[in-house]
Nanobody, 115 residues
Framework: QVQLVESGGGLVQAGGSLRLSCATS????????MGWYRRAPGKQREVVAT???????NYANSVKGRFTISRDNAKNTVYLQMHSLKPEDTAVYYC?????????WGQGTQVTVSS
């Protein structure tokens, strides 16, 4: 069973930055794709950013130019660096890791951006 441990959420004012971390119990090369999702109040869960085994990245239009997904292979950890945060970025952020068989989810971490 895959375990995902998230950290880095918190309260920040508009224009600030946060870095979310997702530590896995296995090598990140065990997964075909990893990513970050979020669920804002009153909205469906949406994809924020993804990264494949070979490093191909994709971003939601709303975060392009502000967020960066990256990884540290030696630490089995994926990051989401968030800059220029806006109140509309307020959401619970979830880490996800997909094998060829199943997608695993982290517990979620709250990000709150004040105006």
């Amino acid at each position: 069973q895959v375990q995902l441990v998230e950290s880095g959420g918190g309260l920040v004012q508009a224009g600030g930055s946060l870095r979310l971390s997702c530590a896995t119990s296995r090598s990140i090369f065990s997964f075909v794709v990893m990513g970050w999702y979020r669920r804002a109040p009153g909205k469906q869960r949406e994809v924020v950013a993804t990264i494949t085994t070979r490093g191909l990245t994709n971003y939601a239009n709303s975060v392009k130019g502000r967020f960066t997904i990256s990884r540290d292979n030696a630490k089995n950890t994926v990051y989401l660096q968030m800059h220029s945060l806006k109140p509309e970025d307020t959401a619970v952020y979830y880490c996800a890791a997909s094998t060829t068989y199943k997608t695993e989810w982290g517990q979620g971490t709250q990000v709150t951006v004040s105006s």
